[in-house]
């Protein structure tokens, strides 16, 4: 049985609200940071546990905290990224849903390190129900002081508010979602200058996803050093994952970073094998925008090592045989699945989402779009092939934001990994139609080359 | 004024010192030539335009004297400030020409190609852009994106199809009006410019997004079929304006007036006055003065060699203005191979003339040898 730390309370009855969570030892880290704790010193907890960003770039979150700047009488934000709309992530909605306390809890902390009186929660439109359970939170917390002006005796007034979004993807890039809560339209900005100097209202401002944010209550409540002793390497703490796909159980999961894949994928604790016992084909191990992977470098690294479902293992080997650990969205894809539709499905989403803002992603995404569809369709060439990759090359790392990126990346791996199945949909179009194109080769052992 | 720190920095191996602040486009910009990346979104005189485009570009190779690391990405230099010390490469690096020729085709992949109906033809940047930087062929089979139209009202004609969405016309109905009544509805590829309400844009300042659209999405609806502008004759003139200053570009073929805009410089942007405000004009000069006796004539105004509208002046110092060559000092002071140098060779040729001096159509005379 892995660790749990954000989860364990999960379904006691009642959680959801005030009493029961306060009784099953809730707010502890509220007291003790309030009570006990400079929030200089609650930083450098966070610095010395080595908690990585939970939203996808894995960036330590104490390193960003220490970055916000502290003019002389500017008001500080923080706000804390709910709008999750990757496809294929939903762990913040569970936790949201399940443990609302958990996120204000971590949100008053967070808010006394860094200053922030004003503290925002921007959770995306379709999760309606989601921001009345925070808002009911909110109010519980309000009521039984945990809110609002002086807190606990300790001189410090925090007020949290509920934003919701309109709906659109982008809105989780945070300078976006800074302009959206601004009540702007939702364009990333183009940085620098970066949010730690000017975010909301041109005000210093740390956004923090939902699960960094709890993640700080056991920090605060066992001491930053003890938190990074879990984990492996620079993969401290435990982090959730929300697998779906064509696997027995799906769900979110906590897991503490020291599993491998395939004990994630195969055993009963967690996903509990591939469903109808079918064979494992690829995997998109951290959200729609982390390349995809064959079933062979999924489990094994390209030097044949294990991989393991941390950060460092499942990007080894780059971009060329590995992938992201992302926002931990674990989507296992059977032999039955055809790749060129799932690229096709993902690129659909990504020009659906592109804000238009700046061009290579405006235009390359739907040009991507097509260009699949058309391969999908039977109506392929060889030379589609070569175009996307053309494609996909120029769009990333010319853009704004890393969405370009997240849309270029999915479409790169699947070429890069599953070239013959696309080329096998240009040259048996009718055949494609029908049948898809299987397991092939992809879960064989590869041949590595030692290099030199 | 007080004395502020130049910071030295090196564009394509020429090496200039620039205030603090200056984007690395701005830098290149004084150098100028071919060293000056192109921009379809930035717009010195409108504060938050630029980054969008994304055809400036540029790569740090150095990122400063103190941090000389190389920037990983390619970075938009309108949006970039200079460091001291910084090294920027910009047409020596083919990883920035490739990016760029990316661009140019992603922007042109929807855009209509109706050059030959479209008024802006001839001073269009993205006729330029796609003509110094794009391929010639296209790799885009599919149907180019179609919008509804929307009416802007009497002075102004959208054409989305042809728009590149640079936001210089919301930035410039957001600093020129005290209310943006147009603005982008939807996003992604689908996202365009309009009025939320069919509204007609009637602010008096409104005629300047005219000027600053880099395409032909915004043109003149009172000159519109009316005329090529590169048959017309551009003259500065000015009127007493109690609005605006007054100080405008008329477009002329013989005595008739047939457009009036505000007075670009060579970038392609309206120029700052002597004060060092921008010389925005206001509707009623740009709509309804189109009569010569509503001027006062300066004179012809020069035109960059760079633009085909210089093509029917022959005019030499008077009508145009040649471009900076910095071919040598980018290669570091390796100079083109000239195959044939047609002075030395030709006998029908003054050596001492150059072609592009001819004060109108060159004549026999332009080709004597001067030996007779």
Known sequence: MGMKLLLEKAHVEGIRHFEAYRREGGYRSVEKALKEMSPEAIVEEVKKSGLRGRGGAGFPAGMKWSFIAKPEGVPRHLVCNADESEPGTFKDRYLMEFLPHLLLEGLIVSSYALGSHATYIYIRGEYAWIATILETAIAEAKANGMLGNNILGSGFDCEIYVH??????????????????????????????FPAIQGVWMRPTVVNNVETLAAVVPIINMGGEEYAKIGVGKST????????????????????????????????????????????????????SVPILPANLLLKTAKGETRYMNYESLSDGGFASGSMMGSGGFIVLDEDQCIVKNTYTLARFYRHESCGQCSPCREGTGWMEKILWRLENGEGKETDIDLLWDIQ???EGNTICPLGDAAAWPVAAAIRHFRDEFEWHVREPQEAKRRNYGLAHYADPIHVPVAG | MSEQPLLTV???NITIQVPAGTSILQAARKVGGDVAPPAMCYYSKLEGSGGKCRTCLVEVSKGSEKDPRPMPKLVASCRTNVMDGMEVKNITSPRVTDARAGVVEFLLINHPLDCPICDQAGECH???????????????????????????GPYIQLHMTRCILCYRCVYTADQLTNKREHGILDRGDHSEIATLIEKSLENNFIGNVIDVCPVGALTDKTFRFKNRVWFLKPENAHRECPDCCGKVTL?????EVFRVTARKDEWGEVESLADGSTA????????????????????????????VISQGHYEGKVGTTVPTEIFSAVHGGRNPKLLMDIHSVSEVNRPEIQLSQIAGPSTGNDFTTGKD
């Open chain 1, 164 to 193: 919701r979004g309109a709906g659109a993807y982008i809105c989780g890039e945070e300078t976006a979602l800074i302009e959206s809560l601004e009540g702007k339209r939702g364009n990333p900005r183009i940085k620098p200058p």
């Open chain 1, 237 to 288: 703490g435990t982090k959730l994952i929300s697998a779906c796909g064509n696997i027995n159980k799906p769900g979110v999961y906590e897991i503490d970073m020291t599993i491998s894949v395939e004990e994630f994928i195969y055993s009963d604790e967690y996903c509990g094998g591939i469903a109808n016992g079918k064979r494992l084909k690829a995997c998109i191990p951290g959200g729609s």
């Open chain 1, 393 to 395: 090359r120029r769009i």
């Open chain 2, 10 to 12: 090196t564009i394509d």
């Open chain 2, 126 to 152: 993205l006729q330029d852009l796609s003509y110094e930087h794009g391929k010639e062929g296209t790799r885009y089979e599919f149907q180019r994106r179609t919008f509804k139209q929307h009416d802007l």
């Open chain 2, 251 to 255: 477009w002329n073929r013989g005595d």
């Open chain 2, 280 to 307: 925005w004009i206001c509707n009623t000069c740009r709509f309804e003065k189109k009569k010569s006796s509503d001027w006062v004539i300066e004179g012809p105004r020069k035109i960059s060699r760079h633009s």
